[in-house]
């Protein structure tokens, strides 16, 4: 069966970074495309990042040069790198995963349509 395991958040002061995982197991091979989303209490989620084969990406403008994600493969791990954390981005993160990005990154990251997910991570970013 396919799982995603986040991994990686924590409570942070507003500046501060995180470096986030997921671990993805029970494909055949490795997703080609993949994305990090994030819901607040009382807000819909949100799609942060998007990767798509191994040089695609596509971000939110709220995260643009302060995120950055990343896979590897061999290790079937999914990372998002985290700095300058604002309180605006408090909210539990999570990955998902599927086998390819047929509408193109950024429509996933509008959309979400992922067929596999993971349980999330809480990031919590103090002022």
């Known amino acids: 069966q396919v799982e995603l395991v986040e991994s990686g958040g924590g409570s942070v002061q507003a500046g501060g970074s995180l470096n986030l995982s997921c671990a993805v197991s029970?494909?055949?091979?490795?997703?080609?495309?993949m994305g990090w989303f994030r819901q607040a209490p009382g807000r819909e989620r949100e799609g942060i990042a998007i990767i798509s084969g191994r040089v695609i990406t596509a971000y939110t403008d709220s995260v643009k040069g302060r995120f950055t994600i990343s896979k590897d493969n061999s290790k079937n791990t999914l990372y998002l790198q985290m700095n300058s954390l604002k309180p605006e981005d408090t909210a539990m993160y999570s990955c998902?995963?599927?086998?390819?990005?047929?509408?193109?990154?950024?429509?996933?990251?509008?959309?979400?349509?992922?067929?596999?997910w993971g349980q999330g991570t809480q990031v919590t970013v103090s002022s």
């Open positions: 998902a995963a599927d086998r390819v990005c047929g509408l193109g990154a950024r429509e996933y990251l509008r959309t979400g349509k992922f067929a596999h």
């Open positions: 029970g494909f055949a091979t490795s997703p080609g495309c």
